[in-house]
Antibody, heavy 118, light 108 residues
């Protein structure tokens, strides 16, 4: 069974930093693109970033470029999101996502909540 | 960036009725990399359809996806009580991946 378990969320002041982690199991982690997707309270889904299987390609939504960094450690089946210079508008539940492929559907974790507030 | 526009914003239907949800892309979605999700309050999104028309594991066959290019449809053939939720489409063919704004299917 595919499982994705996020951790690292919490309350942080504006301008602060937080590092989210996600551990995958039940699949070969190194063979999939991995994403972070967020959902602000009462809002829709927003894709944040993704990273290629070997970490050689990374993409970000414009609103987090220069502030967030996605990375992975395939030896540890782990995905990370380093979030710096946090703003109130970054408040959301952050989901770790294994992307769908042409032949297989993706999977989502349960999410970790990030609150940016003074 | 590919912008996805879902319609209608809200769909009011009764159990047993057919639901048709639309997702229109601002440019062609390559490789058929379009997915549909269902989300209920307090829950993570649940993958229903990937690759435009492939049902995810465990998804009932009353859910079906179709379309190509810029126009895509999610159809629920007969609504069950547990199907009333918010539905999102997503394209993952070109970065940045993007989601539609959602369609709420509510009980009439």
């Amino acid at each position: 069974e595919v499982q994705l378990v996020e951790s690292g969320g919490g309350l942080v002041q504006p301008g602060g930093s937080l590092r989210l982690s996600c551990v995958g199991s039940g699949f070969t982690f190194s063979k999939y693109w991995m994403d972070w997707v967020r959902q602000a309270p009462g809002k829709g889904l927003e894709w944040v970033a993704n990273i290629k299987e070997d970490g050689s390609e990374k993409n970000y939504v414009d609103s987090v470029k220069g502030r967030f960094t996605i990375s992975r450690d395939n030896a540890k089946n782990s995905l990370y999101l380093q979030m710096n210079s946090l703003r109130a508008e970054d408040t959301a539940v952050y989901y770790c996502v294994r992307e769908s492929t042409s032949s297989e559907g993706g999977s989502w974790g349960q999410g970790t909540r990030v609150t940016v507030s003074s | 960036e590919i912008v996805l526009t879902q319609s209608p914003g809200t769909l009011s239907l009764s159990p047993g009725e057919r639901a048709t949800l639309s997702c229109r892309a601002s440019q062609s979605v390559r490789r058929s990399y379009l997915a549909w999700y269902q989300q209920k309050p307090g829950q993570s999104p649940r993958l229903l359809i990937y690759g435009v028309s492939s049902r995810a594991t465990g998804i009932p066959d009353r859910f079906s996806g179709s379309g190509s290019g810029t126009d895509f449809t999610l159809t629920i053939s007969r609504l069950e009580p547990e199907d009333f939720a918010v539905y999102y489409c997503q394209q993952y063919s070109a970065a940045p991946d993007t989601f539609g704004q959602g369609t709420k299917v509510e009980i009439k």
